[in-house]
């Protein structure tokens, strides 16, 4: 059974920093793409930052400047470096992988992860 097991989230106060960890798990054949998306009570889901399947990395533009993802696809493992957080940054936080699965390419979620700074 495949799983993403997110970690790291947290309460933290304004301007402070987390970071959250996603290890992916189970019979993998490879991962194409990792990444992290987030979503506020009463809001759509939407994207933190992500690698596509070249490698190259997506933000969303509240997170620019502020977030740094990184990864270690050896360790089928992604990270979301958060500093200066602020308020509006309190969401449940979501791995998201696109992986090739007993060669299946799905799109896998973790359970999330509660993120929540306050002011």
């Known amino acids: 059974q495949v799983q993403l097991v997110e970690s790291g989230g947290g309460l933290v106060q304004t301007g402070g920093s987390l970071r959250l960890s996603c290890v992916a798990s189970g019979s993998i054949d490879w991962i194409n793409a990792m990444g992290w998306y987030r979503q506020a009570p009463g809001k759509q889901r939407e994207l933190v930052a992500a690698?596509?399947?070249?490698?190259?990395?997506n933000y969303g533009e509240s997170v620019k400047g502020r977030f740094i993802i990184s990864r270690d696809y050896a360790k089928k493992t992604v990270y979301l470096q958060m500093n200066s957080l602020k308020p509006e940054d309190t969401a449940v936080y979501y791995c998201?992988?696109?992986?090739?699965?007993?060669?299946?390419?799905?799109?896998?979620w973790g359970q999330g992860t509660q993120v929540t700074v306050s002011s």
């Open positions: 690698f596509t399947t070249r490698g190259s990395t």
């Open positions: 998201n992988a696109d992986m090739v699965v007993d060669g299946w390419a799905e799109d896998y």
